[in-house]
């Protein structure tokens, strides 16, 4: 099944599911894992339809960006953010999903207000 088929399967579920408990389906937002795919299949589930990408891992997530990926949605960090790390995290994604310890939070804190951001 090509990354477009598949897009399209799950949106149509989505639009049953939502029709069934009385939700406008235009309302609920497909963000999707990307990891583990590069940058060529990224770009295939956007044009697809894709609302958002979820990254777990810095290294993919700094990859997919110099390669410009994700152009045209949001992107989420969803792994684990360890703090060494947050430098390379806040400021490049619009949302932190994983944030774990109050430790990592205060440093991407910390950091956000070095950049000038909200994160």
């Given at each position: 099944?090509?990354?477009?088929?598949?897009?399209?399967r799950?949106?149509?579920?989505?639009?049953?599911?939502?029709?069934?408990?009385?939700?406008?389906?235009?309302e609920?937002?497909?963000?999707?894992?990307?990891?583990?795919?590069?940058?060529?299949?990224?770009?295939?589930?956007?044009?697809?339809?894709?609302?958002?990408?979820?990254?777990?891992?810095?290294?993919?997530?700094?990859?997919?960006?110099?390669?410009?990926?994700y152009?045209?949605?949001?992107?989420?960090?969803?792994?684990?953010?360890?703090?060494?790390?947050?430098?390379?995290?806040?400021?490049?994604?619009?949302?932190?999903?994983?944030?774990?310890?109050?430790?990592?939070?205060?440093?991407?804190?910390?950091?956000?207000?070095?950049?000038?951001?909200?994160?």
């Amino acid at each position: 099944m090509s990354i477009a088929e598949n897009v399209a399967r799950v949106r149509a579920q989505m639009a049953q599911a939502a029709l069934r408990w009385g939700r406008d389906p235009s309302e609920i937002k497909l963000c999707a894992a990307t990891k583990m795919n590069d940058a060529q299949a990224v770009r295939q589930a956007i044009a697809a339809g894709v609302d958002c990408c979820g990254e777990n891992r810095v290294q993919e997530l700094t990859a997919k960006l110099s390669e410009n990926a994700y152009a045209g949605v949001p992107v989420h960090f969803i792994g684990h953010l360890q703090t060494n790390k947050v430098k390379q995290v806040v400021g490049k994604v619009d949302l932190i999903q994983s944030v774990d310890s109050e430790h990592l939070l205060r440093a991407i804190d910390r950091e956000a207000g070095k950049q000038g951001i909200r994160q």
